[in-house]
T-cell receptor, first 113, second 116 residues
Framework: GNSVTQMEGPVTLSEEAFLTINCTYT??????LFWYVQYPGEGLQLLLK?????DKGSNKGFEATYRKETTSFHLEKGSVQVSDSAVYFC????????????FGQGTRLTINP | DADVTQTPRNRITKTGKRIMLECSQT?????MYWYRQDPGLGLRLIYY???????NKGEISDGYSVSRQAQAKFSLSLESAIPNQTALYFC???????????????FGPGTRLTVL
């Protein structure tokens, strides 16, 4: 079945550090890929997405590239801020049968000033 | 105003009680979903509905039921709540993009349910 595996957390960085959160997936075909972010006490917000191989999704300084060779969609940001502290979820949109999101377990990120 | 709203935002109840969680959306989407979130497990799909007459079970539907009262409303019920249903519950909506067909989901703020 389809699955998403994320980098184990929690991750703690200092402000202005470089961020990478790894995400790999197992799926039939080429699903769309997403990163969602959950700020404390809030619901999930779409951060970025990519719908086909080699696409790069970007938003708020975050980027992720759809790599079909390595079945990966790693999230990166060049210089993190305290306000980026949140839980980040990688997800794929299952394309066979009913279209459903399959989530990774989430990675908690804390940025210290 | 929020596009996807959930009520209540917090609820504490006792084992055996019937509970209903409600979701409303103003996005005009046909597709709606219910998920639960547990620490370290991400989100898991409970039920989904692709239009008013369509209801489908997700991966963890046992102990839950749903009702799609209108395009904009999708309710989740726990007929007899038990402690391991304590979780954060999210509603989501979507519609396939007319440009690339991608079905991006948009989430409500969540309902924190505690079953004692």
């Amino acid at each position: 079945g389809n699955s998403v595996t994320q980098m184990e957390g929690p991750v703690t960085l200092s402000e202005e550090a470089f961020l990478t959160i790894n995400c790999t997936y197992t799926a039939t075909g080429y699903p769309s890929l997403f990163w969602y972010v959950q700020y404390p006490g809030e619901g999930l917000q779409l951060l970025l997405k990519a719908t086909k191989a080699d696409d790069k999704g970007s938003n708020k300084g975050f980027e992720a590239t759809y790599r079909k060779e390595t079945t990966s969609f790693h999230l990166e940001k060049g210089s993190v801020q305290v306000s980026d502290s949140a839980v980040y979820f990688c997800a794929l949109l299952q394309i066979q049968g009913a279209q459903k999101l399959v989530f990774g377990q989430g990675t908690r990120l804390t940025i210290n000033p | 105003d929020a596009d996807v709203t959930q009520t209540p935002r917090n609820r504490i109840t006792k084992t055996g009680k019937r509970i209903m969680l409600e979701c409303s959306q103003t996005k005009g989407h046909d597709r709606m979903y219910w998920y639960r979130q547990d620490p370290g497990l991400g989100l898991r799909l409970i039920y989904y509905s692709f239009d008013v007459k369509d209801i489908n079970k997700g991966e963890i539907s046992d102990g839950y039921s749903v009702s799609r009262q209108a395009q904009a409303k999708f309710s989740l019920s726990l007929e007899s709540a038990i402690p391991n249903q304590t979780a954060l519950y999210f509603c989501a909506t979507s519609d396939p993009s007319p440009i690339d067909g991608t079905d991006t989901q948009y989430f409500g703020p969540g309902t924190r349910l505690t079953v004692l």
